[in-house]
């Protein structure tokens, strides 16, 4: 049995590019669950409205879609979208190293299914072998 590499989070996949927008001063780190907010835009992904969205107005309307594979830090005052961004579009990915805006995200069955339904599997990987 191989070793494995504890230090990723991305285990295996495909990738593509895509434009992310990410909001004034902020930093989305590598391994980002992404999805498409309710303007469209491809941004880190998350249930609930009061980060993303309002009380009227749902911050998401589809499931989560991607895996953000780098770091992408916007340091300026005004929403930024970035063009050829890594993302993973199909795979598996560690479950402990998936970066969720909202916590409980990462354990809600429906998130999970989501991300599974669109080809991103998140695993829990065992590193004592």
Same mark, same amino acid.
């Given at each position: 049995?191989?070793?494995?590499?504890?230090?990723?989070?991305?285990?295996?996949?495909?990738?593509?590019?895509?434009?992310?927008?990410?909001?004034?001063?902020?930093?989305?780190?590598?391994?980002?669950?992404?999805?498409?907010?309710?303007?469209?835009?491809?941004?880190?992904?998350?249930?609930?409205?009061?980060?993303?969205?309002?009380?009227?107005?749902? %911050?998401?309307?589809?499931?989560?879609?991607? =895996?953000? @594979?780098?770091?992408?830090?916007?340091?300026?005052?005004?929403? /930024? *979208? +970035?063009?050829?961004?890594?993302?993973?579009?199909?795979?598996?990915?560690?479950?402990?190293?998936?970066?969720?805006?909202?916590? %409980?995200?990462?354990?809600?069955?429906?998130? =999970?299914? @989501?991300?599974?339904?669109?080809?991103?599997?998140?695993?829990? /990987? *065992? +590193?004592?072998?």
């Amino acid at each position: 049995m191989g070793k494995i590499d504890n230090s990723k989070a991305i285990l295996d996949g495909v990738y593509s590019d895509a434009t992310v927008t990410v909001p004034a001063k902020t930093t989305y780190a590598a391994n980002t669950v992404l999805g498409f907010n309710s303007s469209g835009k491809l941004t880190a992904f998350s249930t609930d409205n009061n980060v993303a969205g309002t009380s009227t107005t749902p %911050a998401f309307e589809v499931e989560p879609s991607y =895996i953000l @594979a780098h770091p992408i830090a916007n340091e300026t005052n005004a929403a /930024v *979208d +970035y063009p050829l961004a890594r993302v993973l579009e199909c795979g598996d990915v560690d479950i402990d190293k998936a970066v969720f805006v909202k916590t %409980a995200d990462a354990s809600s069955a429906k998130v =999970i299914t @989501a991300l599974k339904n669109n080809g991103i599997r998140l695993v829990h /990987v *065992d +590193y004592a072998n």
